[in-house]
């Protein structure tokens, strides 16, 4: 992890590490698109490995439940102005996923239509890295 990631608070039961992170040019793109679209949040729901792609929504656009796992949570804004943004994972992903740590990035290229960084010709990806201590399953 290099110095310049914005780690998400810890939110898993029983832990004491953060799962996910954001690279600093994530972190740009995100307030960007916050004086956008609002608040945001992030969902991942399909892919296995590095450069999956997580979904970058409105939040409570899409809709989370019991299926879901809340993986972190990060604050972009500042002391004056709050912009917390939630990373959301399907808990059937979370099974293959749940021995890594995951670095949300930013890429040129076409992302997905639904996901709201599609219009600025760049698409956010997966950077995963193998933890090497013992990680609790839920």
């Not at 307030?31 to 949040?41: E, N, V």
């Not at 929504?57 to 002391?79: I, K, N, Q, W």
């Not at 021995?99 to 760049?122: I, Q």
């Amino acid at each position: 992890m290099t110095s310049s990631a914005l780690e998400a608070a810890v939110t898993l039961p029983g832990e004491d590490f953060s799962r996910v992170a954001l690279t600093a040019a994530s972190v740009d793109l995100l307030r960007t698109l916050w004086t956008r679209h609002g608040p945001l949040m992030f969902h991942q729901s399909g892919g296995c490995c590095d450069g999956s792609a997580p979904m970058c929504y409105p939040a409570g656009e899409f809709l989370t439940g019991d299926s879901d796992v809340l993986l972190g949570r990060f604050e972009l804004g500042s002391a004056s102005e709050s912009q917390p943004l939630e990373f959301w994972m399907s808990r059937e992903q979370f099974n293959y996923w749940s021995h890594t740590h995951l670095t949300v990035d930013v890429v040129s290229g076409r992302g997905s239509g639904f996901s709201v960084e599609a219009p600025e010709g760049k698409r956010f990806l997966i950077r995963s890295t193998l933890m090497d201590w013992d990680v609790p399953g839920i």
